[in-house]
């Protein structure tokens, strides 16, 4: 995992009063950056926005862009089951598991 995405997972941890007290020396330090300092305002903008009683205007055509960008996303491999057989494994056991 990045270090950004590592980073924003522990502030957003912390915005939830969710952190680890293991990784508050991390958060500390990320948010003594610009992006995590932007991370935090933004975070707590979104709980802000969620709490409110109402919904805000949204700009024209944002359900077209979101089907849009959300069809652009790549698609995970779905897990199996047991009953799947190769499926089942995870990709480096699938990988080194002689073929039969």
Do not use: Q
């Amino acid at each position: 995992m990045d270090t950004h995405k590592k980073n924003r997972e522990h502030i957003s941890a912390l915005c939830d009063d969710a952190l680890p007290k293991d990784d508050l020396e991390l958060a500390g330090a990320a948010l003594r950056t610009a992006d995590g300092s932007y991370a935090w305002e933004v975070y707590h903008l979104i709980g802000d926005m969620l709490r409110t009683a109402g919904t805000p205007p949204l700009s024209g055509g944002f359900s077209a862009r979101l089907a849009a960008r959300l069809a652009a996303e790549p698609m995970h491999p779905r897990r199996g089951t047991a009953n799947e057989g190769e499926l089942a494994k995870p990709m480096a056991l699938a990988a080194s598991s002689p073929s039969t």
